[in-house]
């Protein structure tokens, strides 16, 4: 064994040459309600001139030796003062300081103590990043050591790659939800519109109020889905008025004059939805009227020139469904020019619609706008009786309206809900940590084999590690094979470097005992 070198204090050996200064390396630091039936009564519609309504379009304790590994939370601080720790206890579950190094190259950031984590392990630092992100699918994984260890493991293996096979199927599922929710999703219901009037004698002079001598009637126009259901109260209603765009009642205008014959309702930015529409007038003669209800499309929709209607077979629908109506006809009778490929050939039929031989792709859209009207509105001829005295009488129409797919609001829900997620998360969160433990228990059992093989040989590894680890974090090079001998400890620059090491603890501790002393160094 090497001879121990002499107490630092000791002076050099006789005939020792002088001592040089030598530069050492400093350390670092580390909607709405049920409908009202007949019996409610509407605020009281204004009458309009004539005029229909607009329509438009490691472990801190050094890295581990060649062929050996160092359990989770190793052998303590690196090797400071001749004495060797035992490795720390782990218990599973608990977390691993954080690490990095290997065997070969040690860097460290911050000044933590001690090397990184053997191959294959993450650094427990890493956790902080990534429980902030959804986990990925690699982190789950067991080693194969462990697999090879523990047969049963595969079950837990088979059970990732199945849940690896539903998570991409639900996300394909996701995706193809979104996608649908971007078209119009539309189902066709029945509304059914109830037409009913009431017509109020004269009395006699006397009476309560100004109009009890006048003979008056009243007209009521009202409606409901033929799905709702009346006892459904957790069910939302649509009111009446949400299916229409604008609303003509017409009566005649031999009785009421060329300026209060038009009875006018239309939407507006500030319209508030009810329940039906009622009109009161004076009068006791039958009075014909006409009802112009026209339909609130979303999206808007539009009737095609009789022409073009015909040929396509498309009467009143929206600008994508005609477009695509009209590539099918272009396909369909191979229409498109083969040489040049953005020109329509119009056959007779188009030619005599459009008007050109010929056109591009591109101009479609534009003559298409040509041959594109408001939709018509649905008319109702209505007769006012006023036979009967105090009778309600009433008639009944069926009309077909689109209204949103119940469904489209299920897959809203499916979407924004969160609730499976969190409990995806947090069961994610126990995985890995079950993961994590796991590695940690496998890495304690590589290290006490290790050593049960062979102690002398692995404490020898492991205070060589350390000692490489010391130096890397303090940033002191030097030369290995000759640190290792006792001559090296003779040279002449250690008395100096002795000295300079205790005067700087000496300027330490009085600094610390002159701020302790409140003295201020002048």
Known sequence: MAARPPYPGTPPPPGAPPVAPQRYGAPQGAQGTPMRYPQQSYPQMNVQRAQYPPVGIGGPGGSPAAGMQRPAGGPGQPYTGGMVRPPLSQTPGSKRPASSGSSKSVSRSGGGAGGGPPPGQMPSDYGHVSSKKKKKLAEKILPQKVRDLVPESQAYMDLLAFERKLDATIMRKRLDIQEALKRPMKVKKKLRIFISNTFYPARAEGGEGDDASVASWELRVEGRLLEDHKN????????????????????????????????????????????GFQVKRPGDKNVRCTILLLLDYQPHQFKLDPRLARLLGVHTQTRPVIITALWQYIKTHKLQDSHEREYINCDKYLEQIFGVPRMKFAEIPGRLNQLLFPPDPIIINHTISVEGVDQKKTSCYDIDVEVDDNLKTQMNNFLLSTNSQQDIQTLDTKIHETVETINSLKTNREFYLSFAKDPQQFIQKWLISQNRDLKTMTDVVGNPEEERRAQYYYQPWMHEAVNRYFYSKIQQKRAELEQALGIRNN
């Open 232 to 275: 459904d109260p957790s069910k939302l209603k649509r009111k009446f008025s949400s299916f229409f765009k604008s609303l003509v009642i017409e009566l005649d205008k031999e009785l009421y004059g060329p300026d209060n014959h038009l009875v006018e309702w239309h939407r507006t930015a500030t319209t508030q939805e009810t329940d």
